[in-house]
DNA sequence: GGTTGACCTCAAGTTCACTTGAACTTGTAG
DNA sequence: CTACAAGTTCAAGTGAACTTGAGGTCAACC
């Protein structure tokens, strides 16, 4: 008996039990079964959630989730579009890079003005040029 | 007459004045003054809006935003803070990065099954471990 | 100096991602 | 066999981040 209750996927994930009932509904993960009225996981779903919690983090929404990565948590949509999300991420991380950099001059540097700071600038401006592409938030 | 309407922000920072005027309510950006009712801003609001921007796709609440550049735009907590941020969006863009490597990886890989694939699993189970630290979403 | 259209305010509505509550069912322990 | 803790459904509520709509104002052009 390998299956998972729920507050066992909920406890091992981190996931609050309402939201894994949620994500199924939405077709993001699924049930391999109940045991009564129980859902029964296979083990397998807590990669798969965490797939779906870095995802969130990337700034994908749910939806968009689901249409990548089925309820089965394979990756389902073209190459093409695949390769596509990863250099819309790329380009995020990179912009992200700049900010942390930024923050962690402005944590460093000893000028009281950090607009006023040549190096500061230069990061936020290679920061900067965000908004407006469908796939990276 | 240096200061942008309220609609030449929009169009340059590809925000919404709908949004913009939500920010100043919020106190994430500050206009310098009014011709009659209009709001006029200085262009500098344009970096802030980029830095704002970013920030959200890091994200950072813009509550958080809120506190750590003020509606200037200057970094404004104190400079622990500011490197904790800065370690939270790193450990971030970490993840982000092996999850960007696992799409590029699943558009590439000849395997039908990329749960199968050792290469995919690897790369997914460092992108793992993420939620509940309050810094990075 | 009147019209106009871009801006204003304020309240209410929307979407996303969940959470909460009420009422119900059921496998397991005693 | 009964009790009950832990699950279940379904509807409604929540908070963040905006958007939309109604009704009002006013700087600028004709």
């Known amino acids: ?73 394979r990756p389902r949509i073209d190459r093409g579009a695949l390769a596509a999300k990863a250099d819309a991420l790329d380009r995020t991380i990179r912009h992200l890079a700049a900010l942390r950099d930024g923050l962690r001059h402005a944590a460093a540097c000893p000028e009281a003005d950090h607009f006023a700071c040549p190096t500061f600038r230069r990061l936020m401006k290679a920061a900067a040029g965000r908004r407006k592409q469908k796939g990276g938030r």
């Open 1 to 73: 008996m390998k299956e998972l209750d729920i507050a066992e996927v909920a406890r091992l994930s981190g996931i609050p039990a309402s939201a894994l009932r949620y994500y199924e509904e939405k077709g993001l993960i699924a049930s391999v079964g109940r045991r009564g009225l129980r859902r029964l996981f296979d083990p397998d779903v807590l990669e798969h959630l965490s797939l779906i919690s870095l995802g969130q983090a990337a700034g994908f929404s749910l939806e968009e989730l689901a249409a990548m990565f089925g309820s089965d948590g």
